[in-house]
């Protein structure tokens, strides 16, 4: 059979016939549409998730920064027996220069004596009150400090509770949330109806806000910024509040 087939093979009028296939190649309208209909749908399936894998990652960013605040407040209150940034310490650390409008003045005195000289961390992502991009940390003119480089307008997020000391009351609120701009409310936003609260004794986490006021309560129900909460003892934190200056 293999010397018949050489034969053949081998016989110039022998003509093997060969089967060509040709291979579809790419896709039909059709299918196009099939593929594009189910990208969709898995995808409006996985977008709430990435949202709230993104509100997540953005509260624990903020309140890493309000914990890194807080080690350069305790820096600089070390230095002063006790005292975090107040009017009286500001006569020392830059002679009453450094402002006593807004947190930023605060929060510069900071810088002056030599606590920190990282402006991102008083800057959050998203506020309803600073500036959309972050400080660009230039605080120096010549290798030394400048009070006019520090913390300027739009640079800070966190508002600011002036005249206290490590000494006091630990639950006592130390730097929380700015408010919105123009207003005396926090942004219902920002996170979820929460609001990010550093007390002295350390402890920071978002709190949440009570719906129908937007006030933020203690265990016991009270508004956190009132006389009538435990931590003040009767005191009156309003006029102690420092907001930030917001960005333009």
């Not at 002679?95 to 000289?117: C, H, K, P, V, W």
């Amino acid at each position: 059979m293999w010397h018949t087939y050489k034969q053949q093979n081998n016989n110039p009028g022998f003509k093997m016939n060969i089967v060509t296939s040709s291979r579809r190649k790419g896709f039909t309208l059709v299918e196009l549409l099939v593929v594009i209909a189910i990208i969709v749908a898995l995808a409006s399936m996985a977008t709430p998730q990435i949202f709230k894998a993104l509100k997540r990652a953005a509260v624990a960013e903020a309140v890493n920064n309000a914990k890194q605040v807080k080690l350069a407040l305790d820096s600089f209150a070390t230095d002063f027996d006790g005292q975090y940034p107040s009017d009286d310490t500001a006569e020392y650390v830059a002679e009453g220069g450094t402002g006593t409008t807004y947190s930023n003045d605060y929060f510069r005195q900071m810088f002056l004596a030599g606590s920190t000289e990282l402006e991102t961390v008083f800057w959050v992502k998203n506020s309803a009150v600073a500036a959309s991009a972050a400080p660009d940390n230039e605080i120096k003119r010549g290798g030394r400090i400048q009070a006019d480089m520090v913390l300027e307008e739009g640079d800070v997020h966190w508002a600011y509770v002036t005249d206290q000391t490590n000494l006091d009351t630990g639950s006592r609120p130390l730097i929380l949330d700015g408010y919105k701009k123009d207003t005396s409310e926090w942004d219902p936003d920002t996170w979820d109806n929460k609001v990010i609260v550093l007390r002295i004794d350390g402890s920071c986490k978002p709190t949440r806000m009570r719906v129908s006021d937007g006030k933020v309560l203690d265990w016991k129900g009270k508004d956190i910024l009132s006389a009538q909460a435990d931590a003040w003892d009767g005191e009156s934190p309003t006029d102690l509040l420092k907001q930030p200056q917001p960005g333009s």
